[in-house]
């Protein structure tokens, strides 16, 4: 009996409900099929994202300033959707349910919105104008609404696939075989990979498409390969290892909070040990001091049980008594926040890579010989800047790091500060060079279709930012997952990828800074504005940092996500 239940998961499942056999199930078979979807997720997500503002002011004809807004929105709206997508995995569907319906839901999208922007009865009469201008009719209510249906169609897609992606990765490897463990930290390294590179492909070769062959096809081709990926997903149903689901993550959570409240005016007893705690041994967590006022919903109380049966067994009303476990677990996500909260002005300057510059860009000289670069492709030089981070990294940095101060590589925390540091000088070299490109739009006539500057002097911006999100998103994504309860692993990664939802930026009547022509506009000084708030969110930054590290609590062994497993000496939170 040992022997046969060595060779299975203890806290996973096959697709029949049978205790996952990992000579069937799981591992890197399992988890190819998984990393495939993600990057045809991504393909079509920055398909669409990095040239969508050179779609909405050249063919819509609408203004530069709503162009980008209309970017940003969506952006903002796909990954706040990651919150809902997040609690219904958690909550009632599942990792693997959740990830079948909405990556179907953005294929949908993808789809209409290929229709939408082929079809000439869904755009206004074409117009030689290079901007919107008096003599170019904008796009009617009715266009636009056909475009904004196709186009939060792929943004629900969006919100409920990244939301399960990478849990449902993790699901594959079994923390507790160690040679699984090396390859969850191998395949942790793996999925950024894979997300670098389909945006690789859509900088590059899916904007080329739309701006030189055709915009429709470049959207049919997102919808095929999305198609293709749901396919091998599905194939892939038996090989899968599925976490049960422990219930409604925000539920729970309310569960604290009322009970808490309902016992607002009862006095907290100084023993912990006098606190209610119905949790199994192995999955217990120890009680900590802060926010004492939560500690009262496990405060023991007349009325706190019912009985259940004739039999007389009586259970913890969940509204009115929550053990010890259930509120610490609730404690561990309110120490997340802080954290969320000083990674937002990260993305905020990311939001400008793929709106802002690319209108700059668009304003520049792009030609190397007789091939003019498309603007939406500049950003392949912040892709490129995310790989040679990596390898930089993985390369140099960690054995100097290791050798140094005998670590494997950088904490979650600190690849995070890294990461808003790199942004930060990202914004004032943005600034710079917005500067200089203003100073020959002013010397030739802010009218010039194509200034006298190179687009190359927009390369160093890139870098540093895309340099930056190599260090911040896998430490932060290893954060939310690995420092979260187990049970709300799904919700955690939405909070983290809510935070890109928060980073919308623009001008809405096309005044001030951001104006409709940015030859005449300030973006310099919208860019130094970010700089001096990115100073200042970094120095919040560590004083959350140092906060969260004095009052950090760790869940068992047994409700520890993978990633937290350190293997071949390195664990996926040192190698962010």
């Known amino acids: 009996m040992d022997g046969k239940m060595s060779w299975t998961v203890a806290d996973a499942v096959d697709y029949k409900g049978f205790p996952a056999d990992k000579s069937r199930t799981g591992g890197w078979v399992a988890a190819a099929l998984i990393l495939g979807i993600e990057i045809c997720e991504r393909l079509s997500t920055m398909g669409i994202g990095v040239n969508l503002v050179t779609y909405l002011v050249g063919t819509m004809h609408l203004p530069s300033s709503t162009s980008a807004n209309i970017v940003t929105d969506f952006v903002g ?111 942790f390294n793996r999925f950024f990979l894979f997300i670098s590179t389909g945006t690789l492909v859509a900088v590059t070769i899916l ?10 096809l470049a959207y049919g081709i997102c919808s095929i390969s999305m198609f293709i990926a749901i396919l091998l997903f599905l194939a892939g149903t038996r090989t899968y290892r599925y976490k049960k689901s422990s219930g409604s993550p925000i539920v729970q959570i309310l569960q604290v909070i009322v009970a808490a409240i309902r016992k607002r005016k009862m006095t907290t007893p100084v023993d912990a040990n006098s ?49 010890v476990t259930r509120v610490e677990e609730v404690k561990m996500m309110v120490r997340l926040v802080p954290i969320w909260a000083t990674t937002i002005m990260f993305w905020t300057a990311y939001a400008q890579m793929i709106t802002f510059s690319v209108e700059q860009a668009s304003t520049m000289q792009r030609s190397i010989r007789k091939f003019q670069i498309p603007a939406g492709s500049l950003t392949v030089f912040f892709v490129l800047a995310i790989m040679i981070t990596l390898a930089f990294y993985d390369r140099l940095i960690m054995p100097l790091w290791k050798k140094w101060n005998g670590q494997p590589g950088f904490t979650n925390l600190q690849g995070m500060a890294i990461g808003l540091v790199l942004s930060t000088l990202g914004m ?48 932060q994504l290893d954060f939310f997952i690995t420092k979260s309860p187990k049970g709300m692993k799904t919700m955690s990664t939405g909070l983290f990828l809510s935070t890109l939802s928060l980073a919308v930026t623009g001008s809405k009547d096309g005044q001030g800074w951001l104006t409709d022509n940015i030859n005449y506009g300030r973006l310099d000084c919208f860019y130094g504005l970010l700089t001096v708030l990115s100073v200042i969110n970094f120095v919040v930054y560590l004083v959350c940092a140092r906060w969260y590290k004095t009052h950090e609590q760790h869940p068992p062994a047994s409700q520890m996500t993978s990633t937290t497993a350190k293997a071949n000496g390195s664990s996926a939170e040192d190698r962010c």
């Open 275 to 323: 606190l209610y705690e119905n949790s199994p041994e192995a999955s217990r967590i120890d009680h900590t001091d802060q926010f004492r006022f939560l500690d009262k919903a496990a405060i023991l109380a007349q009325g706190d049980f019912e009985e259940r049966n004739a039999a007389g067994s009586s259970s913890p009303n969940p509204w009115k008594l929550r053990s």
């Open 77 to 187: 709206t796909s990954f706040l959707l990651c919150l809902l997508g997040g609690f219904l995995a958690d909550s009632f569907l599942g990792r693997y349910n959740t990830i079948a319906i909405f990556a179907s839901i953005q294929t949908l999208g993808m789809v209409a919105l290929a229709i939408a922007v082929k079809l000439p009865q869904l755009r206004p009469p074409l117009c030689h104008a290079t901007a919107a201008s008096n003599n170019c009719k904008q796009a009617n209510g009715f266009q636009m609404g056909i475009f904004y249906l196709a186009l939060y169609t792929i943004g629900l897609g969006i919100g409920g696939l990244k939301s399960s992606v990478s849990g449902f990765g993790t699901d594959q490897f079994d923390e507790k075989d160690d040679k699984e463990k090396a390859q969850m930290a191998y395949f």
């Open 428 to 475: 004032a070299v943005a600034a710079l060079s917005e500067r200089k490109r203003l100073s020959v739009a002013r010397a030739v006539g802010g009218t010039t279709k194509t200034l006298p500057i190179s687009v190359f002097l927009l390369i160093p911006q890139f870098f540093l930012v895309g340099s930056g999100e190599a260090f911040i998103y896998t430490g």
């Open 207 to 216: 904007v080329y498409i739309q701006d030189e062959v055709d915009r429709s």
